[in-house]
T-cell receptor, first 114, second 114 residues
Framework: AQSVTQLGSHVSVSEGALVLLRCNYSSSVPPYLFWYVQYPNQGLQLLLK??????LVKGINGFEAEFKKSETSFHLTKPSAHMSDAAEYFC????????????FGSGTKLNVKP | NAGVTQTPKFRILKIGQSMTLQCTQD?????MYWYRQDPGMGLKLIYY???????DKGEVPNGYNVSRSTTEDFPLRLELAAPSQTSVYFC?????????????FGAGSRLTVL
């Protein structure tokens, strides 16, 4: 079975500080991993995806994530937070052999303080 | 390019009423999905479709029905609304590109059942 765990439902950082959002997954087969962002009253937008080509994945808006198989983790980072990064972030996993079943974490709300 | 369009954006229903949430995509994607989002619970898959005429249940299908008569449209029907169906509903679509299909989401439909 597949599952996704996001540690911390709320994370607060100061503007300019490091952003670290944690995601751990379980998957019985090699997974595809994704991070999505949701701004208030909007749908989810793709930030980045891991497809086994490279373990360090760069996404939009300066975000990146590193796939660590030994730790079954796919944490999202950004070196310097901006006020516009305030949103809810979702980690998702999809089995490599099933195009249809995406499993989402419960989400982490990022607050950026001036 | 409109992407994924959902209507209505907001709706209040009384217990026992029925309604249909509409979803249309103009990207010629084969795969379409319906998710519900509840606070602190992430997204749960209700139903999905891999092409016109083909639908299948997701994690939480009870109380819902879907149909897929065309590639573009994937309506979600609630037959007897219950308070437990109060949620935000998201339609999404995807196509398989290089084995890593990405979900494109609509803006969501907020449903309240009183």
């Amino acid at each position: 079975a597949q599952s996704v765990t996001q540690l911390g439902s709320h994370v607060s950082v100061s503007e300019g500080a490091l952003v670290l959002l944690r995601c751990n997954y379980s998957s019985s087969v090699p997974p595809y991993l994704f991070w999505y962002v949701q701004y208030p009253n909007q749908g989810l937008q793709l930030l980045l995806k891991y497809t086994s080509a490279a373990t360090l994945v760069k996404g939009i808006n300066g975000f990146e994530a590193e796939f660590k198989k030994s730790e079954t983790s796919f944490h999202l980072t950004k070196p310097s937070a901006h006020m516009s990064d305030a949103a809810e972030y979702f980690c998702a996993v999809r089995r490599g052999d099933n195009f249809n079943k995406f499993y989402f974490g419960s989400g982490t709300k990022l607050n950026v303080k001036p | 390019n409109a992407g994924v369009t959902q209507t209505p954006k907001f709706r209040i229903l009384k217990i026992g009423q029925s309604m249909t949430l509409q979803c249309t995509q103009d990207m010629n994607h084969n795969y379409m999905y319906w998710y519900r989002q509840d606070p602190g619970m992430g997204l749960k898959l209700i139903y999905y479709s891999v092409g016109a005429g083909i639908t299948d249940k997701g994690e939480v299908p009870n109380g819902y029905n879907v149909s897929r008569s065309t590639t573009e449209d994937f309506p979600l029907r609630l037959e007897l609304a219950a308070p437990s169906q109060t949620s935000v509903y998201f339609c999404a679509s995807s196509d398989v590109i290089s084995g890593a299909n990405v979900l494109t989401f609509g803006a969501g439909s907020r449903l309240t059942v009183l």
